[in-house]
């Protein structure tokens, strides 16, 4: 390409912008601000920004060098929990507008947004890596200054978890207190059991996920047509098994097949449900669990096409964050061992090992869906109507008139 060339810079469309936008690479050209416009530097406040580094060893005699790459790496955490904060928000808010406003134009919004949240996720997944580059060693050599600093106190971090869902009372007691006490400023305070109080998007995603269509008992009533295929598949699995004629194998399908009906029993019986609700060991209620059932059961029909995405844009977060906290875990053993006390007073290691369990595992229950899938060829055949209805996004059964409406 001739870059002398001026054709490059007359291609360039203005589109009724300011002409002093148009792009001259000239040294001189550089100089020209358009008005009321703003240099780089200005915009993104990168003075103050790289003034925020202040390694402490640097008020010593013996400023340690790796300081500041503990300092920079932690900085770039915060800034990217922000951005997840604001996608994480933006999806809330869509998703606690009235159900028609959840329109396929917001799912669009919702699956983009929760998908970069996805890649922020993959990218602090890997900075722990570069953290490692640091020995033991020399991390001790500044370790006792942060005292009692600690990522325990990361604000943003548990606003994450609290506005996705992380559920209080699954939460591993830090030196046997509760989470907030590490924190003294009021307003912090505030803001986080703020986010205890609003709606969680994993809550959000269940009131969603209770209006799934066909869910209706005086419609196509999926939870009538899937228990009753699961009932005969059960059915056909206990006939196997007193067929079988070698005991050792009799005995083997017989237990395998009373742990199968338990299994779905616990599904099928509402209060076997709640009472696991209660245990912490499910978290969607149970009309959200049959609505994420049947989106996953039915995803290729053209309306669940994107709610079937999003469920599994949430469990990529879900393992994501855990995949973080796994790194991070492995990180801390490799830097102080599994006997030292976090600088933030915990046992350390083992309290950060302790909230690797699915406890922290917000949208846990869509990972178990698996246990419940039914094979492709047993799936309930969509009525006519049913079909029509997950065709196109919009519920279409509420604006048909008499004379369009389909008999199912
Ligand atoms: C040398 C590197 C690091 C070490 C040795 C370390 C050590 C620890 C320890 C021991 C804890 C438990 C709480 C306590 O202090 O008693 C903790 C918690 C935490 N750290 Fe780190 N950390 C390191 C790097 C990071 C980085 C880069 C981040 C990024 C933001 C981070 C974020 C957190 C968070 C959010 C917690 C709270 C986790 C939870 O309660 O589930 N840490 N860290």
Same mark, same amino acid.
């Given at each position: 390409?001739?870059?002398?060339?001026?054709?490059?810079?007359?291609?360039?469309?203005?589109?009724?912008?300011?002409?002093?936008?148009?792009?001259?690479?000239?040294?001189?050209?550089?100089?020209?601000?358009?008005?009321?416009?703003?240099?780089?530097?200005?915009?993104?406040?990168?003075?103050?920004?790289?003034?925020?580094?202040?390694?402490?060893?640097?008020?010593?005699?013996?400023?340690?060098?790796?300081?500041?790459?503990?300092?920079?790496?932690?900085?770039?955490?915060?800034?990217?929990?922000?951005?997840?904060?604001?996608?994480?928000?933006?999806?809330?808010?869509?998703?606690?507008r009235r159900v028609s406003d959840v329109d396929e134009a917001n799912m669009l919004?919702?699956?983009?947004?929760?998908?970069?949240?996805?890649?922020?996720?993959?990218?602090?997944?890997?900075?722990? /890596?570069?953290?490692?580059?640091? !020995?033991? =060693?020399?991390?001790?050599?500044? $370790?006792?200054?942060?005292?009692?600093? #600690?990522? @325990?106190?990361?604000?943003?971090?548990?606003?994450?978890?609290?506005?996705?869902?992380?559920?209080?009372?699954?939460?591993?007691?830090?030196?046997?207190?509760?989470?907030?006490?590490?924190?003294?400023?009021?307003?912090?305070?505030?803001?986080?059991?703020?986010?205890?109080?609003?709606?969680?998007?994993?809550?959000?995603?269940?009131?969603w996920l209770e209006r799934t269509p066909g869910l209706e008992k005086n419609e196509f009533n999926f939870w009538e047509k899937y228990?009753t295929?699961?009932?005969?598949?059960?059915?056909?699995?206990?006939?196997?098994?007193?067929?079988? /004629?070698?005991?050792?194998?009799? !005995?083997? =399908?017989?237990?395998?097949?009373? $742990?199968?009906?338990?299994?779905?029993? #616990?599904? @099928?019986?509402?209060?076997?449900?709640?009472?696991?609700?209660?245990?912490?060991?499910?978290?969607?209620?149970?009309k959200?669990?049959q609505g994420?059932?049947m989106v996953?059961l039915y995803r290729d029909e053209p309306r669940f096409n994107q709610p079937f995405?999003?469920?599994?844009?949430?469990?990529?977060?879900?393992?994501?964050?855990?995949?973080?906290?796994?790194?991070?875990?492995?990180?801390?053993?490799?830097?102080?061992?599994?006997?030292?006390?976090?600088?933030?007073?915990?046992?350390?290691?083992?309290?950060?090992?302790?909230?690797?369990?699915?406890?922290?595992?917000?949208?846990?229950?869509?990972?178990? =869906?698996?246990?419940?899938?039914?094979?492709?060829?047993?799936i309930p055949p969509l009525t006519p109507r049913m079909k029509k209805r997950l065709s196109v996004m919009e519920d279409i059964g509420e604006n048909m008139n008499d004379s369009e409406q389909i008999v199912d």
């Amino acid at each position: 390409m001739d870059c002398s060339s001026n054709n490059m810079s007359d291609s360039v469309q203005t589109n009724g912008i300011d002409s002093n936008f148009n792009m001259d690479l000239s040294a001189s050209a550089s100089r020209v601000i358009p008005k009321g416009g703003m240099l780089y530097g200005e915009y993104l406040h990168v003075d103050r920004l790289l003034s925020c580094q202040e390694p402490v060893t640097a008020q010593t005699n013996n400023e340690v060098h790796d300081e500041h790459l503990f300092i920079i790496t932690h900085q770039a955490y915060e800034l990217w929990f922000k951005q997840i904060i604001h996608e994480i928000d933006s999806v809330r808010l869509i998703m606690n507008r009235r159900v028609s406003d959840v329109d396929e134009a917001n799912m669009l919004i919702i699956t983009s947004r929760l998908n970069r949240v996805v890649l922020i996720l993959k990218l602090l997944v890997d900075q722990v /890596t570069i953290l490692e580059t640091m !020995t033991p =060693l020399d991390f001790m050599e500044f $370790r006792n200054f942060l005292s009692p600093a #600690s990522g @325990f106190q990361s604000v943003q971090f548990r606003l994450i978890e609290n506005k996705l869902g992380v559920k209080n009372e699954l939460r591993t007691n830090y030196g046997k207190s509760h989470y907030l006490k590490i924190f003294e400023n009021p307003k912090v305070i505030d803001l986080i059991r703020l986010s205890e109080q609003e709606p969680s998007l994993c809550e959000l995603l269940q009131q969603w996920l209770e209006r799934t269509p066909g869910l209706e008992k005086n419609e196509f009533n999926f939870w009538e047509k899937y228990k009753t295929v699961v009932m005969e598949l059960l059915e056909r699995n206990r006939t196997e098994a007193d067929k079988e /004629t070698d005991e050792q194998q009799k !005995t083997l =399908l017989l237990d395998d097949w009373k $742990r199968k009906s338990e299994l779905f029993d #616990s599904i @099928f019986d509402v209060n076997k449900h709640n009472a696991l609700m209660a245990r912490g060991d499910r978290r969607f209620t149970h009309k959200a669990l049959q609505g994420a059932l049947m989106v996953s059961l039915y995803r290729d029909e053209p309306r669940f096409n994107q709610p079937f995405h999003i469920l599994m844009l949430l469990m990529d977060i879900d393992s994501l964050i855990t995949k973080w906290r796994y790194n991070h875990v492995e990180m801390v053993l490799r830097m102080i061992g599994a006997h030292q006390f976090g600088t933030g007073g915990s046992s350390g290691y083992h309290y950060l090992r302790s909230t690797l369990s699915d406890r922290y595992k917000v949208f846990v229950d869509l990972f178990n =869906l698996s246990t419940f899938l039914i094979p492709r060829n047993c799936i309930p055949p969509l009525t006519p109507r049913m079909k029509k209805r997950l065709s196109v996004m919009e519920d279409i059964g509420e604006n048909m008139n008499d004379s369009e409406q389909i008999v199912d």
